[in-house]
Antibody, heavy 121, light 106 residues
Framework: EVQLVESGGVVVQPGGSLRLSCAAS????????MHWVRQAPGKGLEWVSL????????YYADSVKGRFTISRDNSKNSLFLQMNSLRPDDTALYYC??????????????WGQGTLVTVSS | DIQMTQSPSSLSASVGDRVTITCRAS??????LAWYQQKPEKAPKSLIY???SLQSGVPSRFSGSGSGTDFTLTISSLQPEDFATYYC????????FGGGTKVEIK
């Protein structure tokens, strides 16, 4: 059974930093790209970032480019999101999601339960 | 960015009704389209990928169709557990989602 478990969400002040983690199990982690998707309270879904199976390629939404960094540790089946220069509009539930295909752009076939990031003074 | 427009934004329906939700892309995306179901306080769940392929374990009352710019999600006979919000997502390029369709009980 595929499981994705996010952690690291907290309340942080504007301008602060945070690192989210996602622990994956139930599939061959290094066969798939991995994504972060976020959802602001009461709003829709917004794709944030993608990392390729080997970590060699990364992609970001314009809204986070230059501030967020996605990474992975295939030896530990883990995905990360380093979030810097946080702004109030980054407040959201952050989901880790598995790519449906082994390469390229894809759907998200499995999602974690999400971790809440609140940016507020 | 490719914009995804869903309609309607909400609908009321009864158990047993046939429900259709549409999604339009701002440019052609081939069949690179997925549909998700999200219930309150829960993570989205994958229903359909590649416009018409049913995700494993999803009931056959769900179906998807379309290609290019116009797509449809159909629930053939609405069940009590289907009341939720539905999102489309394109993955022809950087992923973008539709605004969602909330399916409520009539």
């Amino acid at each position: 059974e595929v499981q994705l478990v996010e952690s690291g969400g907290v309340v942080v002040q504007p301008g602060g930093s945070l690192r989210l983690s996602c622990a994956a199990s139930g599939f061959t982690f290094d066969d798939y790209g991995m994504h972060w998707v976020r959802q602001a309270p009461g709003k829709g879904l917004e794709w944030v970032s993608l990392i390729s199976w080997d970590g060699g390629s990364t992609y970001y939404a314009d809204s986070v480019k230059g501030r967020f960094t996605i990474s992975r540790d295939n030896s530990k089946n883990s995905l990360f999101l380093q979030m810097n220069s946080l702004r109030p509009d980054d407040t959201a539930l952050y989901y880790c999601a598995k790519a449906g295909y082994s390469s390229g752009w894809s759907n998200f076939d499995y999602w974690g339960q999400g971790t809440l990031v609140t940016v507020s003074s | 960015d490719i914009q995804m427009t869903q309609s309607p934004s909400s609908l009321s329906a009864s158990v047993g009704d046939r429900v259709t939700i549409t999604c339009r892309a701002s440019q052609g995306i081939g069949s690179w389209l997925a549909w998700y179901q999200q219930k309150p306080e829960k993570a989205p769940k994958s229903l359909i990928y590649a416009a018409s392929s049913l995700q494993s374990g999803v009931p056959s009352r769900f179906s998807g169709s379309g290609s290019g710019t116009d797509f449809t999600l159909t629930i053939s006979s609405l069940q009590p557990e289907d009341f939720a919000t539905y999102y489309c997502q394109q993955y022809n390029s950087y992923p973008t989602f539709g605004g969602g369709t909330k399916v409520e009980i009539k």
